[in-house]
Nanobody
């Protein structure tokens, strides 16, 4: 498995922006498709965005399309989530995840998870 550590969360006003970063270690980073999930209080963990091993293919949840952008830097073992036009409903703990299988949208398609970083959007 690969070890993942997220950073970049915080408190931001509605309409603002944040960039989350996820640092990977332990295995060949480019062998993994990567994803971002989030979990709000009292809700299930949900898919936000995913990116293929090479970065060519990307997938987004409908709720974040046009506002969020996922990218990766295989040379430095990092994946990013740029979040623009943030809304209060984006408030959640955001998790980075790695998949040896494919660029998926389900939690069970991902093998490794970070500890999460809190994003809070005030109205």
């Amino acid at each position: 498995q690969v070890q993942l550590v997220e950073s970049g969360g915080g408190l931001v006003q509605a309409g603002g922006s944040l960039r989350l970063s996820c640092a990977a270690s332990g295995r060949t980073f480019s062998a993994y498709a990567m994803g971002w999930f989030r979990q709000a209080p009292g809700k299930e963990r949900e898919f936000v965005a995913g990116i293929s091993r090479t970065g060519v293919n990307k997938n987004y949840a409908d709720s974040v399309k046009g506002r969020f952008s996922i990218s990766r830097d295989n040379a430095n073992n990092r994946v990013y989530l740029r979040m623009n036009s943030l809304k209060p409903e984006d408030t959640a703990v955001y998790y980075c995840a790695a998949s040896e299988l494919r660029l998926g949208v389900r939690r069970d398609e991902y093998d490794s998870w970070g500890q999460g970083t809190q994003v809070t959007v005030s109205s």
